[in-house]
Each structure stands twice: as structure tokens, then as C-alpha cells.
């Protein structure tokens, strides 16, 4: 199979979210014998996309990749000023694709080289349905094209011109139950829509009293990983982490992309960016992870968390993250700092029940998040189509 690839960012040095399942799935599919080409940007920083890798062909783990150069930056902070003013009332769809070029990344040479190209490929895989390659993409690719729409409830997704977005593909992917269920109920079709997933990778081994020399922290020990910012919930999980470990000592340790000024509480201890085995080290080392954000359609460090054993504390809000948790019987939801202090403390004194979420854990990502498994669910699904 030969099989085109299509993503806003890619490279080793971009982690986490619709970017990282494109890699996943890039890397392994060439392994077991696809020809993958990646069509994508120049861009590294998904706020600005300012260019930084050169544009051209190189490949990375044998996977081809195409980059593309985007046409102007953007600044964050007047486009969030804008888009806040933009949805507080309903727009044509005119205004609404002149939103989709101000958040970027524009990248005309791309979607021009996919209609070059397209007779090249068996399958054009696009992820994420929020970005121009994909919105532009999709109207040059049409039925020979699948989406892993990456989709939750904000607004964007309620835009009129997402109906096209919708519809276009032969197949939408999905990356849990929670995320279809919000495409059907906003956008009914018939094209093919199935829960795909993807997998999870734990290494062999890990070293929690290794990374506990290098990062000293009172135990027990809260973890969270990703983009550190008030969006996502932090600010929130925060405000009730600490009069919380006034009544039970403890450390709050958080890893990713600081976007928000943290508190200065000795407790919370800021990891920086940690490479991948140092990655699984924090979440070994940790005593239950925490996940805030209300707007999620997979959450990788969340079954990442499960399949090191370590139970989990997550917003009631996302219908993702609360679905994991119901279906995993691996954890505890909170609203507000109230029932955090409380899941908290039921986890720290309870030792039976943490026991017995651990295992329900790596349980539920053993049977339903093996890349083996999921890969098989993948192609035979792309050679029926």
C-alpha cells in the first residue's frame, strides 16, 4: 500500500496530540511493509507557525516526509483576541474560512502537491479536521481520502463549513466511542465511520528511582503531562492541588510546554521537556496522574499513565476522559477541588482500592490499546475500502 500521510507538523522533536498519532501510525505501518510519504509543514511551533525545518524531502525512520512552507506567522495572543470576538456570533461561511486562514497554518504549496500527487497513492490519510491542509486537502482528495478527525466540543467544530470537512472522506476514524458519538450527533452521513484508536507502547523497562534522584519530590506524588496552560485546565488543578498538600503533604510535579505562570509553592515542581524514557520514568516514579482539560478525543498520557499501573484523577467535564475511566474502572473523576481533595484521598489512604485500579488499568490498556492490535483493525478496515 502506499499511503500519503497528511498533517500540519511532524518530526521528532514535535510530541504529543494529532501529531504524534500521525507519527505512530507513519512509523509503524512502515514497518510492517507501507509505503508512507508525509505531507506537511515547515512549522515546528504550532503557535506561530514560523518556519523552521527547510522545506523539501527527507526522511526520518524510513518514513518520506514532504515539507511545505507556510506562508506568514501568526500571533497568538491577537489571534485568540479574535477568535473570541469571532464566535460570539454566527458568521458566512466567507468569514469562517478567513478564521481557518488566520489560525494557520497556510500552506497552499501543500494542498497544490496533493492534487499533483493524488493518482500517486492508494490512500490519503489526513489528521486533524480543524486545520487548513486538511479543510483544503479534503476538497482536492474527496473520496480517496480517510480523516482521523481528532474532534471535541469547542467551537470551531460547529462551524458550517465543517459540514464539508464531514463529508468528504470515505471513512472517518475515530479515536474513542465519546468522539464519534459527537461527530454523528453534529454531522449524520453515510460515509464509514468506525472507533480505531491507537496504541500504546510501554518500554520494557523503567527507572523511578532514577528520575526521583534527578527531581527530589515529597511523596505521594501528583503527575501531569502535556501543555501546561490555563485551557487546559491547570491553572484550575492547581488552585485545588495546594491547600490540598497543606493537609497532606505532597508534590505536584507537571512536564510539557509552560504557557501559564505557575504558582510559587514549593510543592509544584515544573519537570521541563522530557525525553521518551524519562517520560515513562515520571509516570513509574509518580504515585496517580492528573488530567484537567475538558477537551480531549483520545489522551495518550492517560492510558499511558494506566498501563504503568498508576490510577487516575480526571475531569467529569470531558466525556472522553470520564468514558476511560468508566470503562477502565482505573480511576476517579473530579468537578472541583472539593471532590479532587476527595478522589485524592481515597486513592492515598485506601491501598486496597489503589491495588485494584493499578490492575484494572494495565488491564484495559493490554486488551483494547496494543499497537498490534489496533494496526490489524487498521489495515484490514483501509484494503476493504
Not at 497568538?76 to 479574535?82: H, Q
Not at 486538511?134 to 481520502?145: D, P, V
Not at 505532597?250 to 504557557?259: D, E
Not at 494506566?306 to 477502565?328: C, D, F, M, T, Y
Amino acid at each position: 500500500m502506499r499511503a500519503a500521510f497528511v498533517v500540519q507538523r511532524y518530526g521528532k522533536e514535535v510530541v504529543g496530540g494529532s501529531e504524534k498519532l500521525a507519527r505512530d501510525y507513519a512509523e509503524r505501518l512502515f514497518a510492517s511493509g507501507w509505503d508512507i510519504t508525509v505531507f506537511t509543514t515547515t512549522a515546528l511551533d504550532y503557535t506561530t507557525w514560523a518556519n523552521y525545518y527547510p522545506q523539501g524531502e527527507t526522511i526520518l525512520r524510513g518514513v518520506k516526509i514532504k515539507r511545505f512552507p507556510v506562508e506568514r506567522e501568526r500571533d497568538m495572543e491577537e489571534f485568540n483576541s479574535m477568535s473570541r470576538e469571532f464566535f460570539q456570533e454566527q458568521r458566512s461561511e466567507k468569514e469562517e474560512e478567513g478564521w481557518l486562514h488566520q489560525q494557520g497554518p497556510v500552506v497552499p504549496r501543500l494542498v497544490e502537491a496533493l492534487s499533483k500527487e493524488r493518482k500517486d497513492y492508494d490512500v490519503f490519510v489526513f489528521f486533524t479536521y480543524l486545520y487548513y491542509p486538511t479543510y483544503y486537502g479534503l476538497q482536492e482528495i474527496g473520496e480517496g481520502a480517510v480523516l482521523f478527525p481528532t474532534a471535541h466540543d469547542e467551537a470551531p467544530f460547529y462551524m458550517k463549513i465543517m459540514k464539508r470537512v464531514f463529508s468528504l472522506p470515505r471513512a472517518l476514524l475515530f479515536l474513542s466511542h465519546e468522539e464519534k458519538e459527537l461527530v454523528e450527533r453534529t454531522y449524520p452521513g453515510d460515509n464509514l465511520r468506525e472507533v480505531i484508536g491507537a496504541g500504546i507502547s510501554p518500554p520494557a523497562k523503567t527507572f523511578p528511582s532514577l528520575f526521583i534522584s534527578r527531581f527530589p519530590m515529597f511523596k505521594p506524588v501528583f503527575l501531569y503531562m502535556g501543555r501546561i496552560d490555563e485551557g487546559k485546565g491547570c491553572k484550575a488543578m492547581l488552585e485545588c492541588f495546594s491547600p490540598y498538600s497543606e493537609y497532606r503533604p505532597s508534590s505536584f510535579a507537571l512536564a510539557g510546554r509552560l504557557n501559564m505562570e505557575l504558582p510559587p509553592d514549593p510543592r509544584i515542581i515544573y519537570l521541563g521537556f522530557l525525553p521518551e524514557q524519562a517520560k515513562w520514568d515520571a509516570i513509574a516514579a509518580s504515585t496517580l496522574t492528573v488530567h484537567p482539560s475538558s477537551l480531549e478525543s483520545f489522551s495518550y498520557f492517560l492510558l499511558e499513565s494506566l498501563a504503568l499501573g498508576k490510577p487516575a484523577i480526571v475531569n467529569e467535564a470531558s466525556p472522553v476522559l470520564k468514558g476511560h475511566i468508566e470503562r477502565s474502572g482505573a480511576g476517579l473523576t473530579y468537578r472541583d477541588c472539593l471532590s479532587f481533595a476527595s478522589a485524592a484521598e481515597l486513592l492515598f489512604t485506601e491501598p486496597e482500592l489503589y491495588g485494584e485500579m493499578s490492575r484494572a488499568g494495565k488491564s484495559y490498556v493490554e486488551k483494547n490499546f496494543r499497537w498490534e492490535r489496533v494496526l490489524e483493525k487498521f489495515e484490514a478496515l483501509i484494503m476493504n475500502l
